[in-house]
DNA sequence: CTGTTAGCGCCTTCAA
DNA sequence: TTGAAGGCGCTAACAG
């Protein structure tokens, strides 16, 4: 459509041969400086750029890593995705990406359609409704991949990680040093290891505290905003939490919303913390406490990983790398 | 490295011809029914797919579009990518996404990486920082593309948009109604038709009511969220505008800063109304009425655009589509 | 230093 | 109904 300029056409142009011109516009130590030039030259007066797929076609390389995630329009992810890009320019590939909406099946197939040499390698934060281990067990056998956020921990397999035991161990203990006595958890991800752990922390910081673990107290996610909402509301009627702890960013909302109907002011009836990238959230309610995770870094390592893989070097490296939650207090009240 | 079964193999095993497996893989009628279901079977348990690189090189097409946006991380970008996906999906397409970061030159050489036929299509919602118009002229005679919100309006091509005029003038006489007298405007994207005709919205209702312009009360927007905070201290202080209307998203949180900092209660001492994205603000703040542009709807049509365009039909069609935007009040408020 | 040649995997004439 | 052959644009042996 646009080229119509390939190397045949400058090797005719300039008399020279085709491997020439290839040679010349791959910088091979074979040729003169000054056939380089011409070449050069000549390409760029014509606008010459290699055609993509014959390059693919001959060295099974195709500059482009895939990226499969649950959502883009969410500020963890998309962050991430920021994180990526900025590698994959700086090694010259380009990134596709796949929104899996949380469903298994549309995971598998995207990652099936990426398994005949369309990309070059696959960074993948797994969908949290269904425990597809097996199917993954398998696949990193085929395809150079890196595991963030969203991992499978039994995986012998690239994992970029946050440290969610360890932060959640220190935001109960947060809430326990303010005072809390009665601290709900509401529960996501409840399939995945980092929502797990997130419950786990929890759970050990009360023990560790002498705070008995009561499982009313924990609320499970549905999909469903107004049952969350609805759960909320009856979460605070029955058990009068004096504190709420967040495992996921979406309860952020109904919480709020479950505070305001019961007339419950943030934080001096009930004091809120959730895990949240929302950035400006937290600038806008400065009665919330967040737990924000170093989502463009965990892009960022994910994707050197996955070069390190490509080019072969470092691969026996750790393959875990766990990178640091940061706990945002807000000073303006005092907890 | 993960395929190693192509159309030879599967020649080879069922002792037949290249050609004829290509042909049945392709249902050609040539083709007995028989022979089909052969190849058909064996493919499927070889697991067999295509090399894409190889099918580009013959057939100049790629499968795979581009999407160039400032950033994804932003609410409104990350919900028009759904829509995007969407429809590639829909066309078995795969989505390269690229961010500007609001460079202009990046965006250049992005969009340049992409003439050699890596891509059947751009969408694409070009930077603000620069006016690029003898750029892209060009462009649209090389590859198909089809811009989305962000435009150049001279351009004689595919633009999908939403009425920023009009919902701006809505938006102004919605503060007119509520009695405002004094409305300052938070201007950005200034060098966008966007931008601009978001401010000339304003600048219309307010004649037609028979307010006088002040072009103070006018605030350009930074980079700098320090400086935004600061410059509406100032505003506030200096011309104490009864109300905000705010044309871009980033200036919430500077002007809800700078209310809190003055001890402005929201909506009693000064109202604020702004074109956001950000779903979980507007829930979380019943006082600030928002422009919900349709994210996903623009990613929508764009991509339904695009591939229009790409299988040649409807080319006769209006090349401008614009979508409307949603004035939401907050009830709470009664304004 | 430069050129010739043989494919990468697929599709498409054209011939059988 | 099937097969043989050529070529998409590029690269990598191998010769000269």
């Known amino acids: 459509m646009a080229g119509e300029v390939n190397i045949k056409r400058l090797a005719q142009e300039l008399n020279i041969s085709i491997a020439t011109v290839s040679k010349a516009l791959n910088d091979s130590y074979e040729i003169s400086l000054k056939t380089k030039n011409r070449v050069l030259s000549l390409a760029k007066e014509l606008n010459y750029t290699p055609n993509p797929a014959a390059s693919n076609l001959r060295s099974n390389k195709t500059k482009t890593i895939a990226v499969i995630v649950p959502n883009v329009a969410n500020n963890f992810f998309s962050l991430a995705i920021k994180g990526i890009e900025e590698i994959a320019r700086k090694y010259g590939h380009h990134v ?165 109907e019961l007339k419950f002011r943030i934080p001096e009836d009930v004091k809120i913390l959730s895990f949240s990238n929302m950035s400006s959230a937290k600038l806008l309610n400065p009665s919330l406490t967040t737990i924000t995770q170093p989502a463009f870094e965990i892009g960022n390592e994910a994707a050197k990983c996955l070069f390190k893989i490509l080019n072969k070097r470092g691969v026996d490296d750790d393959k875990d790398i766990v990178l640091k939650s940061v706990l945002i207090k807000r000073a303006s009240t005092g907890c």
Chains 1, 2 share one sequence.
């Open 96 to 260: 596709l990406i796949y929104q899996t909406h949380e469903d298994a099946e549309m995971e598998k197939s995207f990652t099936n359609s990426l398994l005949n040499g369309r990309v070059d390698g696959i960074l993948t934060s797994v969908s949290s409704n269904e425990y597809n281990s097996d199917y993954y067990r398998d696949l990193v056998k085929k395809v150079p991949l890196v595991f963030f956020d969203r991992v499978y921990e039994s995986l012998d397999a690239f994992k970029i990680t946050t440290d969610d035991y360890q932060i959640s161990f220190t935001a109960t203990e947060h809430f326990i040093d303010c005072g809390c006595k009665s601290i709900a958890f509401l529960y996501g991800l409840g399939k995945l290891p980092a929502g797990r752990a997130r419950l786990s922390g929890y759970q050990d910081a009360l023990e560790a505290h002498g705070i008995e673990f009561r499982d009313e107290l924990v609320l499970d996610y549905s999909e469903d905003e107004e049952v969350n909402f609805s759960n909320i509301k009856t979460l605070f009627k029955e058990y009068k939490p004096d504190a709420l702890f967040s495992s996921i960013e979406e309860f952020i909302i109904p919480a709020y919303m479950a505070c305001a």
